[in-house]
């Protein structure tokens, strides 16, 4: 009979097991056509920023498709079964981010990987970017919102516990990434805004004490190069100074792709990872930017759209932090990179070259598809908590 019921209803009412084989999939259509276009996007532009180098674009592909399969594999997985292994899965994450102090590997300066047999090196704290907002979803979605001062509290430890534990890596970058996720969780749950603006002033008050006694040597020369990149043209400004002389030279349609001249001519490093964006901007000029913008403006409002619509507390706040999470990569980047903010080594979402960072970004929209195709099958009931 329910099978019957299905049938009569309209088309918009029907759940996801009814809408033929791609629903059957669980996987949402509008994200993947949207993520697909923004891989094929920054294919297209790391075959120029890389020197015309196949095998990076190879090897980007490969990652890619490693996404993808997680991608589709979280997919299928229903939100109560992420519920009910969030507190695991953060527990685990935070261990390993330990081990990764006591006996983790060291590369370049920066104590960030564990070795792992069978596996090779392994980052932990790519796993925190989705288990810190996912536990932070789970503690609130049974307390009364907004929360309470006691809920406020222990949610910024929830979420300032692994940043700090990475920050001693030291990867500051990732660690505000991560402190941000939770903190927009904490945010969605209804914080007030006095106490918004209180964090606010006392962030203002900390952030010279931060600068002096928290922040390592190079650390305190990216602030000071983001302040004042021209005192050292040559040497630490270089990267930002390089930076902005290709974005502003790119015009309104650029110079033509695989015509760039600051890339090309390795006067911009890390061309292909970290600056990507800068030789979009020389190549592509003003409407290069405004697509790949319209692009990712595509799939963050698709993504709060699936958060919207979820049917409990634990679905919306995750969904919604991580989406946000995606925006603040790609604000970061774009910022960075234009000298709006210091430099702090985050990657232009699915554009940058990359590694692991791929798979989370990917794994993460992978449970969205999960909490939007997951949701029950009768009309009407997708309001209730």
């Excluded at 299905?6 to 669980?26: D, E, I, N, V, Y």
């Excluded at 060291?106 to 536990?135: D, T, V, Y």
């Excluded at 203002?204 to 302040?227: E, G, I, K, S, W």
Aim: net charge positive.
């Amino acid at each position: 009979m329910q099978r019957e019921y299905l049938r009569q209803l309209p088309s918009h009412q029907r759940g996801p097991m009814t809408r033929g084989f791609a629903w059957k999939l669980h996987i949402d259509p509008p994200l993947l056509i949207g993520l697909l276009l923004i891989m094929g996007f920054g294919l297209f532009i790391l075959y120029s920023a890389s020197g015309e180098h196949a095998d990076t674009l190879a090897r980007q592909g490969f990652r890619f498709g490693a996404g993808f399969a997680a991608m589709f594999v979280l997919a299928q997985i229903p939100p109560r079964t992420y519920r009910f292994w969030t507190p695991v899965v953060f527990a685990i994450g935070l261990v390993m981010l330990i081990l990764v102090l006591l006996v983790g590997t060291e590369a370049k300066g920066a104590q960030r990987w564990l070795s792992l047999p069978g596996i090779g090196r392994f980052q932990p704290s790519e796993i925190m970017k989705i288990a810190c907002p996912a536990m932070m979803a789970w503690y609130f979605r049974e307390r009364a919102l907004p929360p309470k001062l006691k809920d406020i509290a222990a949610g910024l430890l929830i979420a300032l516990l692994p940043a700090l534990l990475i920050g001693k890596q030291p990867d500051l970058g990732t660690a505000l990434l991560i402190a941000a996720a939770g903190l927009l969780a904490l945010f969605m749950a209804g914080l007030s805004w006095r106490i918004i603006l209180l964090a606010v002033i006392i962030a203002a008050v900390a952030a010279p004490l931060m600068y002096n006694f928290v922040l390592h040597d190079y650390q305190r020369n990216r602030v000071d190069t983001f302040l004042n990149p021209e005192a050292d043209p040559l040497g630490t400004g270089w990267n930002i100074i390089q930076s902005k002389t290709a974005i502003g030279s790119g015009g309104l349609d650029g110079k033509g792709w695989l015509n760039g001249t600051q890339s090309r001519l390795d006067f911009l490093p890390e061309s292909h990872t970290d600056f990507i964006f800068a030789v979009l901007a020389e190549e592509l000029g003003l409407l290069g930017i405004l697509a790949l913008l319209g692009l990712y403006l595509f799939i963050i409002g698709r993504g709060l759209w699936i958060s919207l619509q979820a049917q409990d507390v634990y679905s919306r706040l995750l969904g919604g932090s991580l989406t946000l999470t995606f925006f603040i990569y790609v604000f970061v980047n774009i910022g960075m990179v234009s000298g709006l903010l210091p430099v702090v080594g985050v990657p232009l979402p699915l554009v940058s070259y990359g590694g692991t960072s791929i798979v989370t970004l990917l794994a993460s929209f992978g449970i969205l598809m999960s909490i939007q195709t997951h949701r029950r099958l009768i009309a009407g009931t997708s309001s209730g908590i």
